[in-house]
């Protein structure tokens, strides 16, 4: 397992505050020493669950043209034919994925193709299972086809998650399983999938990123 990219920063100024807290605790509480080792067990345990957050774990990814695989851990919330306004204008298949504080939250390209839209919208942080963060929340569109399909993804911002980050632009030329992007602390991803697609998942089911296939073409 290795640590993403993204959280090097927010991990050590993690560090420097919990130590700074430490120091000052020690200082000033020295004389009550029961006091300062309960500050540091949870600094610790506080500092580990922040480190987990930006974790990379090693696996064996699925691949397959006419697979969609799952772009993030989660768990699958919704499974429904809805409107899609933003690219493809018309009824779509959607699948969304929610992602808890626990999950990996490294984003995954489901297929392989071409990068047709890229975008990022500004927005509220409603919780990641409410029905319309997936249109008022921060967010960032991704659309990716090939000679079989066209597919959007969308990372969702919630309740706890304030950044997304996505590494795409339109033109750019993907492979199944690279990285997409990162979602710090959880929220939920999105797929929109054409109607008729053959949805190899069920609501509640656990997903991993990489691994699980969500459909297939």
């Not at 064996?60 to 697979?67: F, K, M, S």
């Not at 298949?93 to 490294?106: D, G, R, T, Y």
């Not at 990162?182 to 991803?189: E, H």
Request: net charge positive.
């Amino acid at each position: 397992m290795k640590i993403h990219r993204e959280g090097f920063a927010t991990i050590s100024l993690v560090f420097l505050v919990l130590a700074l807290i430490n120091g000052a605790v020690f200082y000033w509480l020295g004389a009550i020493p029961a006091v300062g080792y309960a500050i540091l067990i949870f600094s610790i345990l506080f500092f580990l669950f922040i480190v987990s957050f930006f974790r990379v774990p090693a696996r064996q990814y699925t691949t397959g043209d006419n697979l969609v695989i799952s772009p993030c851990d989660g768990k699958v919330v919704v499974i429904e034919e809805v409107f899609e306004p933003e690219y493809f204008q018309d009824k779509r298949l959607q699948v969304s994925i929610f992602m808890s504080p626990a999950n990996v939250h490294v984003n995954r390209n489901p297929i392989s193709g071409t990068v047709k839209l890229s975008q990022y919208h500004a927005g509220k942080y409603l919780v990641a299972w409410h029905p319309k963060s997936s249109t008022e929340n921060e967010r960032h569109s991704v659309v990716i086809g090939n000679q079989k399909t066209d597919i959007l993804v969308r990372q969702i911002a919630g309740a706890l998650a304030r950044r997304i980050v996505n590494y795409l632009k339109p033109g750019m030329q993907v492979n199944q399983n690279e990285e997409m992007g990162f979602i710090k602390f959880g929220s939920r991803v999105d797929l929109y999938l054409p109607l008729g697609t053959e949805v190899t998942v069920q609501l509640e089911q656990v997903v991993k990123g990489g691994q699980t296939v969500i459909a297939k073409i």
